[in-house]
């Protein structure tokens, strides 16, 4: 079979089991580049040179669901963080209003299966980093009334009762009142997301979750030894926690090669001032001149299959999904420009011997099941469990 004829096979299975993306951050993309003005950046205009997503390369991508990102950084804090969040909510929440011909809200796994029905993108929201609540209990369920349907439990930085991936340890894992988010996050239907947090809270939240977790955006660390990355033995509890790992498309993560580059990338921004994770075009001029003078490595469709194979093998096919992190990267793979290189990759797992089923699990199915096994929870959960008010002070001293 030709390329062209496999990548044909290829979108012929996105139209039957689409994509449901565990992580795009158009939502902050927007606020950086033009204060969330959809005039000024019209997703259903033109394509943007400045963006990963539009409403038409959705649609070539074979995209049937998305969790949009409602993220903030790690260096806002307190209440900043809260209001900051609720800006990112409701900007999706303008988003799918204004765009309301192919973008559907939804915030159950039957409002996703409704959406697709009537071949609209369902629109989910994803809380990137703990340090939103500001150690409110009562505000991680006002997100969850919100439409929040996960949390990653930590960005880059340490927060009050999380470690992360990329901080120091502070705490080995989850402190008390961690693992008391965690029992509320199930309580609520709220998924657990533990892309970005150390493998020490990784495991911590295993332990503490009645509900399956989810890695929104993160691949295997056996392929590439970068802490973003899910290790062997978390991979091994999925099957019997229920969750998913959601593979990133993020080169510095998935090629070993541009790990070191990439720390040298970052380090060029900040000497002009710039935050390492900053995506505005000044950023990307940045990055373009460096890269001018230091060629980068280039990860490939390829290396995206790679560990998609490997997180296959060690957690099950059962329990893999996709999160490519748009517009939340400066560079992507070549082949996986955008949102719409989709299609790309399942033609490569094609050529790799994935059978129809088995792809149709990675887009599509197995993404929803962790949602109803979370809201199945949920109901158990609400109906015996009154809702908590534990705080910080309470369960981990002062």
Not at 30 to 35: A, I, T, V
Not at 107 to 133: M, Q
Not at 274 to 282: A, E, G, N, V
Request: net charge negative; with cysteine.
């Amino acid at each position: 079979m030709s390329a062209a004829e496999r990548l044909a096979e290829a979108r012929a299975l996105l139209a039957e089991a689409p994509v449901a993306d565990g992580h795009n951050d158009l939502p902050w993309a927007l606020r950086e580049q033009c204060g969330y003005d959809l005039d000024k950046l019209d997703i259903a205009g033109d394509r943007s040179a400045s963006l990963h997503t539009d409403l038409a390369r959705l649609r070539a991508g074979g995209v049937g669901a998305q969790f949009w990102s409602v993220y903030v950084p790690g260096r806002f804090a307190g209440d900043h963080a809260v209001s900051a969040t609720l800006e990112q909510i409701d900007a999706v929440d303008r988003l799918v209003e204004r765009y309301a011909a192919d973008l559907a809200p939804a915030r159950t796994a039957d409002d996703v299966a409704k959406a697709r029905a009537e071949g609209r993108i369902a629109s989910l929201k994803g809380a990137e980093g703990g340090h939103s609540i500001n150690n409110s209990l009562a505000t991680l369920r006002a997100f969850h009334t919100l439409g929040v349907r996960y949390m990653t439990l930590t960005h880059n930085e340490n927060n009050d009762w999380a470690d992360s991936a990329t901080d120091a340890p502070r705490h080995g894992g989850l402190t008390a009142f961690g693992r008391a988010v965690v029992r509320e996050m199930n309580r609520c239907g709220m998924l657990v997301d533990l892309s970005h947090v150390a493998a020490t809270t990784m495991r911590d939240a295993l332990d503490e979750t009645a509900a399956p977790v989810v890695f929104s955006h993160s691949s295997a660390r056996a392929v590439c030894d970068h802490p973003r990355n899910v290790p062997d033995d978390v991979l091994e509890r999925l099957p019997a926690n229920g969750g998913v790992a959601m593979a990133t498309f993020v080169p510095k993560f998935i090629l070993p090669a541009a790990v070191e580059w990439t720390l040298r990338a970052d380090e060029n921004l900040r000497a002009h001032g710039l935050h390492h994770l900053d995506t505005t075009p000044r950023a990307k001029e940045l990055h373009a001149a460096f890269e001018a003078v230091h060629p980068r490595p280039v990860a490939t469709v390829a290396t995206v299959a790679d560990h998609l194979d490997h997180m296959r093998e060690a957690a099950g096919v059962d329990h893999i999904g996709i999160g490519g992190d748009y517009d939340g990267t400066a560079f992507t793979p070549a082949g996986l420009d955008d949102v719409a290189g989709y299609p790309r990759l399942i033609a490569e797992l094609l050529d790799r011997g994935w059978s129809r089923a088995d792809l149709a699990k990675l887009t599509w199915s197995n993404a929803l099941r962790v949602l109803r096994d979370a809201e199945s929870v949920s109901r158990d959960l609400t109906a015996r469990t009154p809702a908590s008010h534990a705080t910080l002070a309470q369960l981990d001293g002062a």
